[in-house]
Nanobody, 124 residues
Framework: QVQLVQSGGGSAQPGGSLTLSCVASGFDFTTSHMSWYRQAPGKGREQVAMISNLGTVRDYVESVKGRFTISRDNSKNLLILQMNSLKPEDTGVYFC?????????????????WGQGTQVTVSS
């Protein structure tokens, strides 16, 4: 059974930091490309960051470049999103996702599997 179990997130002030984690099971994590998505209130789901199966390729949406870092530990089946210099517009529900293949951007297909979602709220 494929599972993506998320943890972390919560509330932070503007300029603060939060870390999201996602532990995978039920599939070969080392051959899977992974993404983080977010869904802001009243908006569609947006792909925020993506990392290739060995971590050699990473992509970010323009709005988070230089602030967010996606990483993975294949020995632990662990995906991480480190979020620094948070802004109110980063508020939303964040999801980790297993990708069908490596594709970043609006024209890409949705993920094959999804985590349960984690709320991130940035406000003063």
């Amino acid at each position: 059974q494929v599972q993506l179990v998320q943890s972390g997130g919560g509330s932070a002030q503007p300029g603060g930091s939060l870390t999201l984690s996602c532990v995978a099971s039920g599939f070969d994590f080392t051959t899977s490309h992974m993404s983080w998505y977010r869904q802001a209130p009243g908006k569609g789901r947006e792909q925020v960051a993506m990392i290739s199966n060995l971590g050699t390729v990473r992509d970010y949406v323009e709005s988070v470049k230089g602030r967010f870092t996606i990483s993975r530990d294949n020995s632990k089946n662990l995906l991480i999103l480190q979020m620094n210099s948070l802004k109110p517009e980063d508020t939303g529900v964040y999801f980790c996702s297993r990708a069908p293949y490596y594709c970043f951007g609006h024209e890409c297909p949705p993920g094959v599997n999804w985590g349960q979602g984690t709320q991130v709220t940035v406000s003063s």
